[in-house]
């Protein structure tokens, strides 16, 4: 049958209609919201490149996190700006690191709030790169001990779900055998699977003041104009141990997304990143697009390509997005 028998404007007729055959929904629980969390007490300092992110001092933060439960965002992402840095990143690793007290202060008063812990170097070294430098480039066997060690610290300190965002090969496994070999054979590894050597990180760099010193992340990171490579590195992170798998940006790599959701079994994680929010916020603040419809068109779109969960600092205007349509 085609037209005019078919017509396709049928089922869009009535509001009613449209809403019974929506295919994609987006849902508080599918979103997870990055934070960053600095040194002292009672401050609250603005993220310029991310207009309405801070970054939080631990007591600060547990408001934050109190106001996100209550809105119905219950996972948080966790970024630390450390007092001091040192050459391999071994401040992260410790049980008074920034995250682990920030972790233990959440898991204090929320006790049932989702804690996913980055795991990378590149915000706690001197030079900015994700792990340690030998001969100018990051070394990747040395950085998986840091990347160990810093899984334990913060599984100790209550994070329920370790993600490594750092892109070395082999830490995964590394990370796997460290957590079950000090009992944390329940705490998930949510991989950074494909990540990408992207402008989009521009503003997160300001946020977690985690820019590299010299060179770029090209050596680790992979390059933009690969898809068949990003299911090779899915493919390794799940033969070592991945429980989610993470494409990241999320905007410019939904054909990504896609491919990742046709080819594996798995939750699929897309981080739509700093760049791709503030972008938005900026058209906004010029008055050029609609806000909030555009935040909603572009997280359905993430889940619609196949990702099952969101990191997004769009997380907090998405929940009053959905409590205005249900009013
Ligand atoms: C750490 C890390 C980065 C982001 C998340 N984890 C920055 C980078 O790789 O340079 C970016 C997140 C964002 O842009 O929102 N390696």
Same mark, same amino acid.
């Given at each position: 049958m085609a037209f005019p028998e078919t017509r396709l404007r049928r089922l869009r007729k009535t509001e009613l209609l449209r809403d019974m055959i929506r295919e994609t929904h987006v849902s508080l629980d599918d979103l997870i919201m990055p934070l960053f969390v600095c040194p002292g007490t009672d401050v609250k300092i603005p993220i310029s490149s991310m207009p309405g992110n801070f970054q939080l001092s631990v007591n600060l933060l547990v408001e934050e996190c109190k106001s996100l439960w209550a809105m119905g965002i219950r996972s948080v992402l966790l970024f630390g700006i450390p007092e001091s840095k040192d050459e391999h990143g071994?401040?992260?690793?410790? !049980?008074?690191?920034i995250v682990q007290k920030a972790m233990r202060a959440i898991k204090a008063e929320l006790p049932d709030m989702m804690l996913v812990a980055d795991v990378c170097n590149c915000e706690y070294t001197t030079h900015g790169h994700c792990g340690t430098i030998v001969d100018g480039d990051v070394h990747n066997d040395l950085t998986l001990e840091t990347l160990a060690k810093q899984s334990v610290s913060l599984a100790e300190s209550g994070a329920d779900v370790i993600a490594p965002s750092?892109?070395?090969?082999g830490r995964v496994a590394m990370i796997r055998e460290a957590l079950d070999d000090n009992g944390f054979y329940n705490i998930p590894i949510m991989a950074y699977s494909a990540k990408y050597a992207s402008a989009f990180y521009g503003p997160f760099r300001e946020a !977690?003041?985690?820019?590299?010193?010299?060179?770029?992340?090209a050596t680790y990171q992979m390059d933009p104009a690969n898809s068949n490579e990003a299911l090779r590195e899915i493919a390794e992170d799940l033969m070592e141990g991945a429980d989610f798998v993470m494409v990241k940006p999320a905007l410019s790599y939904l054909d990504v997304i896609r491919r990742a959701k046709d080819n594996y079994n798995i939750p699929i994680v897309a981080y739509n990143v700093s760049g791709e929010f503030s972008m938005v916020k900026a058209a906004a603040a010029n008055g050029w697009i609609d806000e909030d419809r555009i935040i909603k068109e572009i997280l359905t779109s993430i889940k619609r390509a196949g990702a099952d969960i969101i990191i997004t600092y769009h997380a907090p205007q998405m929940a009053a997005i959905l409590k205005k349509e249900q009013q």
């Open positions: 071994h401040v992260a690793c410790v !049980a008074d690191g750092d892109m070395m090969d !977690a003041e985690s820019a590299p010193q010299f060179g770029n992340r």
